[in-house]
């Protein structure tokens, strides 16, 4: 496997988009580590991102036609992954929804390329599923079909049963979900690194009792 995962792993810590301590995620659980893809918010860190993306697109060896980013932090991610994409030879098709149906000029919740063919939805993670399953239900009802879905981190926690969040969209929706990075990569970022010992621990305890 390509160590662009790891990579990734310590782009987001150098950038605190994933950090280590104690934070309450919503199902009410304390965490110790939090990851928070908002924060790549300059166009350099975005750049860098969507080039992860990119690669794990191509390493995952993901066959579509458009990419699309659901609103409102899809957005970014789809336009440019398609740009880091284009730089590495695979010109593809973008588009994006409206979270408002406009009524005046091009009308319409869709803004970019028409919905066609196998759609690919890039987002920044998987929680509740929500998003992926309005994406799909967009995605189908203009005749096109969800062929799967990139994530930048797979938490591989269970939700409200014994699935993780990415183990229920994938069962349900029958596509794939591709992640730059999962919790595995996480946990081998953190052996690599013996100052970071307490969060090991911390985080394979976590692991151990919400992990899948």
Do not use: W
Not at 189 to 198: G, S
């Amino acid at each position: 496997m390509s160590d662009f995962r790891q990579d990734f792993i310590q782009f987001a810590v150098n950038r605190n988009v994933l950090c280590f301590g104690e934070f309450k995620t919503k199902a009410g659980r304390m965490s110790p580590y939090f990851f928070n893809a908002g924060l790549f918010s300059d166009g350099e860190s975005l750049r860098q991102l969507a080039q992860f993306y990119a690669k794990a697109i191509l390493s995952a060896k993901l066959e579509f036609d458009v990419l699309f980013g659901p609103a409102y932090k899809g957005i970014p991610l789809a336009a440019a992954t398609a740009m880091a994409l284009a730089e590495n030879g695979h010109n593809v098709p973008f588009s994006y929804n409206r979270k408002e149906t406009k009524d005046h000029g091009e009308g319409g919740n869709i803004v970019g390329a028409t919905l066609k063919g196998r759609i690919l939805i890039i987002d920044d993670v998987i929680s509740a599923g929500t998003s992926v399953r309005e994406s799909v239900e967009l995605i189908r009802a203009n005749q096109a079909t969800p062929c799967g879905v990139v994530i930048a981190l797979d938490r591989m926690e269970r939700g409200g049963g014994e699935l993780s969040a990415v183990q229920e969209v994938t069962q349900s929706y029958d596509i794939p979900v591709v992640s730059i990075a999962s919790l595995d990569n996480l946990l081998a970022y953190l052996q690599d690194h013996p100052e970071m010992a307490q969060n090991l621990q911390a985080v394979s305890a976590y692991r151990a009792s919400y992990g899948i």
